[in-house]
């Protein structure tokens, strides 16, 4: 599956953006989705994941409360709101599938990957 992510930009301290990752292709529906990011000298780390279904949804500890992940099956979209954002929340986003019907968040799970969406916070 091709994935196509896109909603990166420039925003303050405390604004919202959404990010969404098209994913075009008949298979969608049977992948696990995550979003990943990755700052400037750090590793690249889950941010939240969610399952082929949507019941099953994952969060890092850092964005609970502030981000949601959601996914649209027929539109082949999933989908990263992301509220009350701070400046260490300033990295790469990424969108990634895992043909896998649970929920996993270890990267190695992860086979598709978007091209990266570039989100900066200002203080």
């Known amino acids: 599956v091709q994935l196509q992510a896109s909603g990166g930009g420039l925003v303050q301290a405390g604004g919202s953006l959404r990010l969404s990752c098209e994913a075009p292709g008949r298979s969608f529906s049977r992948y696990a989705m995550a979003w990943f990011r990755q700052a400037p000298g750090k590793e690249r780390d889950v941010v939240g994941a969610?399952?082929?279904?949507?019941?099953?949804?994952y969060y890092t500890d850092s964005v609970k409360g502030r981000f949601t992940v959601s996914r649209d099956n027929d539109k082949l979209t999933v989908y990263l709101q992301m509220n009350s954002l701070k400046p260490e929340d300033t990295a790469v986003y990424y969108c990634a599938a895992a043909n896998d019907y649970g929920l996993p968040i270890a990267i190695f799970r992860y086979t598709n990957w978007g091209q990266g969406t570039q989100v900066t916070v200002s203080s």
């Open positions: 969610i399952s082929w279904n949507g019941y099953a949804i």
